[in-house]
Every structure is written in C-alpha cells, then in structure tokens.
C-alpha cells in the first residue's frame, strides 16, 4: 500500500494523467504498388449475402507527445495499442518535479513487427463445387457460380506468442500495407452468394467449377521488450529492457474475394 501511495504521488507531482479511450486515426499510408489480381478472382462484395463487417484497421496517428515518446526509446516502437496509451497520457511539467527521479514500469509488450515476406496463395480453402453433366447434351450447356453453403473461413498465427491479438494486428497492418488487400482473419461467405459469370460446358463433358478463397501469407519477426517511463526532472523518456525477436507467421484471408477454378472432364470427380 505504502508503494502505491508513492507511486501516485510521484505521478501527481509531474502533471501524469491516464485518460479515456480516445486516440486520432488515419489511414494506411499508400507507399508501395498495388498488387495485381489474377483475372480469376473477382470481388463478391456486393454479391455475398452475409454482410462482413469491414476490416480497414487505421493506422494510429501518434501525438506530439506519444512521438517524442517513441523517438525516445532505444528500441522501434509501432504497437497501435501501445501508441494510445501514449496518447491518452498527459505529461505537465511541475516546479515541483525538479530534482525528482522515478522509473515506471508499463509492462512487457511486442513493440514491433518486421515483415519479411509477403505472398498470395489464391486458393488458399476450397469452399464450393458448382458442376453440370452434360454427356447426354447435344448443345453446350453453361455453368456459373452459386454458393451451395455458408463458409467461415478462418486463419491465424503460425504459432503461439504472448499478446496474439496485438501482433496480429500488426502483421495485418504491414500485410495490408503490402497487398493493397481487403484482410480479415475471419471471412464468411454466405449461402446463396452468386455472380453472372458463365462458363461453358461442352457436349459430352462434366463441367466443374470450383471456388476458393484466397489468403495472404505473412512473414517476419516480431520484437518484444519491458517498457519503462523513466522520469528525471522535467525531462521522460522511454527505456526498453530485456529484449527479445520472435519469428512469426500468419495466414489472413482475403475478405469478400474468391478465386474460381473451372475444368470439364469426361468422367465424374
């Protein structure tokens, strides 16, 4: 009890203040060229009759104060999470604060993310069959895609790492960044969904058409550390401790897209 005490009144002598959830947002920066999608993937968006949520997740503007905060640290920090902690902080310097020493612990956090490789598997999971027999025809019969049930597709972290849903956050940053792609680790595509596209089935044949959904294939480390406000005199500056890279990757699916895959075939698949 006696810590707490001096450690609030420590933070009261420097004008310290922990505010509400309120941060400014902006958009991803648009700094790399737009990936090119393949002529059998088309966007279902207006089609998909189950609403998905949208996924654009803002970058995190950092204040005046939350910037002199990470140019500070002797370790990059790009943790949105973190960032509004930074921006719902408020620092007043305080004749009193002369002379004062205090080094504050925030906690253990993945600061960072580095991607390394980016990629697209546009048939990342199989989510519908379309097929029309056409053996006994005498006229070329058409096929087009009709979505026979809802799909939920999920992807995730490669494997296990502290604070999951922060880093996933960031690999969906950069990887947004990257592909100029819609990204959600979680998609549905509902029954019913259909598009006028047509596809043509000879005679004699079994036309198939096949729908994936594509997914994005993240790589990189991510970079963790003890994060410490460290105040002396009117001056605060952040301090990482026990630093540590992770390898990490991730799949995170395209949302509202599907990749189609059509072939005829003389007998039953």
């Known amino acids: 009890m006696r810590i707490l005490q001096l450690l609030l009144v420590t933070l009261m002598s420097f004008g310290i203040t922990w505010s509400g959830v309120h941060a400014e947002e902006t958009k991803v920066k648009d700094n790399e060229k ?89 048939e990342y999971q199989k989510i519908n069959t379309n097929y029309t027999d056409n053996r006994g025809g005498k006229m070329p019969q058409q096929i087009h895609y009709r979505q026979e049930a809802q799909k939920n597709i999920k992807g995730g972290l490669t494997s296990k790492v502290e604070n999951a849903e922060d880093v996933k956050e960031m690999m969906m940053l950069k990887a947004m960044d990257k592909t100029k792609l819609p990204l959600s680790f979680q998609t549905i595509v509902g029954a019913g969904t259909k598009k006028d596209q047509v596809y043509n089935v000879p005679v004699k044949k079994l036309g198939y058409l096949y729908a994936y959904t594509p997914a994005v294939s993240e790589k990189g480390k991510v970079t963790y550390g003890e994060v410490y406000l460290v105040l002396k005199g009117k001056n605060v500056k952040i301090v990482v401790k026990n630093v540590t890279s992770q390898g990490i990757g991730a799949w995170i699916p395209v949302q509202d897209h599907v990749s189609f895959l059509y072939t005829a075939s003389d007998r039953p698949r």
């Not at 902690?85 to 007043?92: C, G, Y």
């Not at 002369?98 to 993310?113: C, D, K, M, V």
């Open 34 to 122: 737009k990936l090119e999608i393949p002529n059998s993937v088309l966007d279902i968006s207006k089609d998909n009759t189950y609403p998905n949520p949208s996924q654009d997740v803002p970058y995190l503007q950092p204040s005046e104060l939350s910037q002199e905060l990470i140019d500070s640290s002797n370790v990059k920090i790009e943790n949105p999470k973190l960032i509004k902690i930074f921006n719902e902080s408020n620092i007043s310097p305080s004749p009193v604060a002369i002379g004062y020493r205090a080094t504050i612990y925030l906690g253990q956090w993945p600061l960072s993310y580095e991607s390394s490789e980016t990629s697209v598997n546009w």
